[in-house]
Nanobody, 115 residues
Framework: VQLVESGGGLVQPGGSLRLSCAAS????????MNWYRQAPGKEREWVAT????????DYADSVKGRFTISRDNAKNTVYLQMNSLRPEGSAVYYC?????????WGQGTQVTVSS
């Protein structure tokens, strides 16, 4: 399993970013996909989940209404559109499929929200 996150960067509060995660090594279209994030000195936390078909998404309360998870099964890629970013959103963001088969994490992509 390979997970390659990208799209992070430095953004001002209130700004937007779109993260991507290219997945390989498993049958992408049969697994739900998740985004997580980890801020310095804090535990990794769940951000959002999308079902295998993309028909349903769930979000942590802290991002609901501002973040949107989506996927393109033809490209084996999951996305996270982040709007109205806040400084507390600064973290390394990771994607991971649902399921115990995937033991590893990708390298993540750094998001820094600062003026």
């Amino acid at each position: 399993v390979q997970l390659v996150e990208s799209g992070g960067g430095l953004v001002q509060p209130g700004g937007s970013l779109r993260l991507s995660c290219a997945a390989s090594g498993f049958t992408f279209n049969i697994y739900a996909m998740n985004w997580y994030r980890q801020a310095p000195g804090k535990e990794r936390e769940w951000v959002a989940t999308i079902t295998n078909t993309g028909g349903r998404a769930d979000y942590a309360d802290s991002v609901k209404g501002r973040f949107t998870i989506s996927r393109d099964n033809a490209k084996n890629t999951v996305y996270l559109q982040m709007n109205s970013l806040r400084p507390e959103g600064s973290a390394v963001y990771y994607c991971k499929p649902t399921g115990s088969f995937c033991k590893n994490w990708g390298q993540g992509t750094q998001v820094t929200v600062s003026s």
